[in-house]
């Protein structure tokens, strides 16, 4: 099994930066796919950034340019660097691993709130 836990949310202006932190343990060598996810007051849960195993990265149009999903194998932590901040940004970010050879996904934290003031 894989744990994770999300931190680095916070309050910013527009136009601000913030970077997200997504401490793994447990069962990290099966992690096929890291993304990082959010969910805005009201709407749906969606994908913003993935990154694989091997490092490739796809970003969601809306942040695309301006977040980049990257990985410290080191310390067993993923990070989501966002700049350019908008207030559409606003949310709550979860980050959630795809592992094994079944492709489990797993369960969702707490997520971290993000917040950005126009």
């Known amino acids: 099994q894989v744990q994770l836990v999300e931190s680095g949310g916070g309050l910013v202006q527009a136009g601000g930066s913030l970077r997200l932190s997504c401490a793994a343990s447990?069962?990290?060598?099966?992690?096929?796919?890291m993304g990082w996810y959010r969910q805005a007051p009201g709407k749906q849960r969606e994908l913003v950034a993935r990154i694989s195993r091997g490092g490739s990265t796809n970003y969601s149009d809306s942040v695309k340019g301006r977040f980049t999903i990257s990985r410290d194998s080191a310390k067993n932590t993923w990070y989501l660097q966002m700049t350019s901040l908008k207030p559409e940004d606003t949310g709550v970010y979860y980050c959630?691993?795809?592992?094994?050879?079944?492709?489990?996904?797993?369960?969702w934290g707490q997520g971290t709130q993000v917040t950005v003031s126009s």
């Open positions: 959630n691993a795809n592992y094994g050879s079944l492709a489990v996904g797993t369960p």
């Open positions: 447990g069962s990290i060598f099966s992690i096929n796919f």
